[in-house]
């Protein structure tokens, strides 16, 4: 990979650029096992596995609607360490603070981290902080680290090792509402949007899927870089193709007027509450179900599906029934008139 | 060429307009179009509003556009 | 029936349709419109996106003012990722210049305003859909006196390129005609293209079952040999056009020679501002030097921009040049033919 002098936006924003970095420096200079999964599954011992992982949070703003930093930083640690099939129970949390935070607002963020555990069920157990100098850091800046507890016999979920030709995509709901509205709580993009950060916690809803379906066979939460770049890591590791409908993937109104009017592809924006389920053929209707009756999938949809194909192409069934490659965005997205 | 969708004006201040793109809203400079008023559709470009359009016309050929979507998808 | 099924009913020869619009490249390919077309319906990408053909001189001239101190560059985010010479004015915001996205002229402004002590410099790209807007930006900052806002224009006008097009030879049957450029200048400015050369022309909007229909319509004109000018798009477009938005573009602005990427200097292409409205023109006020170097000789951007190659007939295609790292603005504009045949290639 050819590096630049210095790291840019692209970089961090989950699609390909994101990849070439962690693969080429990080990867390879920490000696990391592939392929990548959201947590890592270490200390086999009798019957279970821990599931480890780490995330930092740095969104700006800290507040927007529907969430907060400190709710994110639950979430997405508990949403990474459920979507391996474990059961999240522990998470450290490190706080870099800009000298001169409102102590107001930091109270407001420790609260809601510790609503959101609560509901989530974990316990945050150990912790650090660090003040910098004014300028140092933007406000505030969260790492979350977090261990749940993976029964055996869940391990392929991580790496895809049992997906299959026929296999069908599951997704939990609306895409594309969490980037909505960050990008509206910046307030630099001259629009306002009705819109709610999806953030939540998923794994009640996972395990009862886990629960009542015996052919789980992969699950991934879709953060930066939206639903087109888990769908390409998934073809990736699989070497099958996947076969996406477009009519089938939900996008509120409000997404897709934004979308459309300053060139956004619904399908690249982050997510911090939606996660995709590969299920064997046959089971996705109880998939359906189970999703549907939770509060955080009422709007589950089957999305697609694994097929064969050399070249594990992800295709777009478009909604006029076109085809066309649903290729990953190679950085960030930005608003266009062109 | 380019990025340019209907939106409903929802509120107008001077030569300016907020309007509704499924929901989201944009600021829209009126100074290209003449005789708009709430409730009017315009096309919405690079922040102005560069054409009013029929809403009438506009749903009918989106809904024939719909009906035509779905038969291609059969 | 529906389209797709009537165009192939429709069909008795080859055609070839050539669309100048960007918004219609990236339509066509997002919605897999090739895919639903018989093989003897060609589509053909033109020069119709205002990045693309946009010189390397340009980004380089922005770079240029981005590294002045006190300088901030208000643009589009069309530009931000387009290749100059070394560099580009994403990669200088890494660098720690002022580079602002701005989703309007008026945005630009508002930030000059806010911002006495800065000089802003707004990067005026696009052609007669973004130009009238621009223009009531300029009048704006005149009537307010303003006097820390600057346009760099590359603001350029469509039918001096289709006069290009048509006159050196082609083999192409007709236009799908851009729709949002028509809702400004009217379907008349586009008389001249069935007049002069005999092709066919539709004036189109962007949903897919516009640009479906509109090549219905022109494989209709072609097979009745009548060409003309017809409006598909009458949701939006007239014969006469936005009337209002024409006198401020002509207030404001005056025709140039331009050069266009992969066409060279076209006479009274471009738009520049008129002698009034000149103390706003940054190139009036500070001029920046740049390089001047030759574009990467491999680079086909202009050949594909006349519809005399297709992006894989590039060497450089899906291989040193790809939306990640793009060598010519074909790749890195999301509406330029190779990043959409790449994106969207079956």
């Known amino acids: 990979m050819r590096m630049n002098d210095y790291i840019t936006l692209n970089q961090g924003s989950g699609g390909k650029l994101s990849h070439e970095l962690i693969n080429s420096l990080f990867v390879k200079k920490f000696g990391m096992s592939e392929p990548l999964t959201d947590s890592a599954i270490i200390l086999e011992k009798a019957g279970y596995s821990l599931a480890f992982t780490t995330d930092s949070y740095v969104v700006n703003p800290i507040f927007f609607p529907g969430a907060d930093i400190g709710k994110l930083s639950i979430c997405g640690t508990v949403n990474d360490l459920a979507v391996s099939g474990a059961i999240p129970r522990f998470v450290a949390v490190s706080f870099i603070i800009e000298e001169g935070f409102p102590v107001n607002d930091l109270i407001r963020i420790v609260e809601s981290m510790a609503e959101e555990a609560l509901k989530a069920g974990i316990l945050i157990v150990t912790g650090d902080t660090k003040v910098v100098e004014k300028g140092k850091c933007d406000k505030l800046f969260i ?196 | 060429m380019c990025l340019s969708i209907p939106a409903r004006i929802l509120k107008i201040e001077g030569k300016t307009a907020e309007v509704s793109a499924g929901g989201t809203i944009f600021k829209a400079g009126l100074h290209l179009v003449e005789d708009v008023t709430v409730g009017d559709y315009i096309l919405l470009h690079a922040g102005f509003a560069i054409q009013k359009i029929s809403e009438k016309e506009a749903e009918e050929t989106l809904k024939l556009f719909d009906e035509i979507s779905n038969s291609m998808n059969d | 029936m529906n389209l797709a099924a009537m165009i192939e009913k429709t069909v008795t020869r080859n055609y070839n349709f050539m669309e100048v619009c960007g918004g219609h490249t990236s339509a066509i390919h997002r919605f897999g419109i090739p895919s639903l077309l018989p093989d003897c319906v060609k589509l053909i990408s033109g020069p119709g996106c205002p990045v693309c053909v946009t010189g390397t001189d340009y980004i380089d001239k922005a770079i240029g003012y981005s590294g002045i101190d006190h300088f901030i560059i208000c643009t589009f985010g069309d530009l931000l990722r387009v290749p100059g010479t070394d560099s580009s004015l994403e990669k200088k915001r890494a660098g720690g210049a002022d580079v602002r996205i701005v989703v309007s002229g008026l945005e630009a402004l508002e930030i000059a305003r806010t911002s006495p002590e800065k000089k802003v410099l707004f990067l005026g790209i696009g052609f007669e859909t973004t130009a009238p807007g621009t223009a009531v930006t300029i009048k704006l900052a005149d009537k307010e006196n303003i006097n820390n806002f600057y346009l760099l224009s590359a603001h350029k006008i469509m039918p001096p390129v289709m006069k290009e097009i048509i006159s050196n030879g082609n083999n192409i049957d007709g236009f799908i005609c851009p729709g949002h450029v028509a809702t400004i200048t009217g379907s008349d400015a586009f008389n001249f293209i069935p007049e002069k050369s005999g092709l066919s022309c539709v004036i189109t909007g962007f949903e897919p079952a516009d640009i479906l229909m509109a090549i219905l319509m022109l494989i209709k004109q072609v097979n009745s040999k009548s060409p003309k000018v017809e409006i598909q798009y009458n949701r939006a477009v007239t014969r006469g056009g936005n009337s209002l938005a024409m006198n401020y573009l002509h207030e404001v602005f005056e025709p140039c020679s331009v050069k266009w990427r992969g066409f060279g200097l076209i006479p009274e292409s471009g738009l520049h501002l008129r002698k009034d409205f000149i103390r706003f023109d940054i190139e009036n006020f500070l001029d920046v030097k740049t390089s001047g170097r030759d574009e990467n000789e491999l680079c086909i951007c202009g050949n594909i921009l006349r519809g005399l190659n297709k992006p894989d007939d590039c060497l450089l295609f899906a291989d040193v040049c790809n939306p990640e790292n793009p060598v010519g603005a074909c790749m890195v504009s999301n509406e330029g033919a190779c990043n959409s045949w790449y994106k969207y290639r079956m």
């Open chain 1, 143 to 338: 790492t979350t680290s977090g261990i749940g507890i993976l029964k055996h016999g869940l391990e392929h979920i991580s790496t895809a090792g049992r997906v299959r030709p026929g296999d069908k995509l599951i997704v939990n709901g609306s895409l594309g509402n969490h980037a909505l509205a960050v990008l509206g709580a910046r307030n630099n993009l001259s629009f306002k949007t009705p819109v709610n950060s999806d953030c939540a916690s998923l794994n009640h809803l996972i395990q009862a899927v886990l629960e009542s379906c015996s052919e789980v066979r992969f699950m991934r939460d879709l953060t930066r870089g939206g639903l087109a770049t888990v769908l390409n890591e998934l073809s990736g590791i699989t070497g099958y193709g996947i076969l996406a409908y477009e009519n089938s993937i939900p996008v509120d109104e409000p997404v897709r007027g934004f979308c459309e009017t300053l060139g956004f592809d619904p399908l690249f924006l982050a997510n911090e509450g939606k996660i995709v389920i590969v299920v064997g053929s046959g089971q996705e209707n109880i998939a359906l179900e189970i999703m549907r009756s939770d509060l955080l999938g009422t709007n589950s949809e089957v999305i697609g599906e694994i097929v064969p194909d050399d070249k594990h192409l992800v295709i777009l069934n478009t909604s006029i029934g076109g085809k066309r490659i649903l290729d990953m965005p190679s950085g960030q997205q930005l608003p266009r008139i062109c």
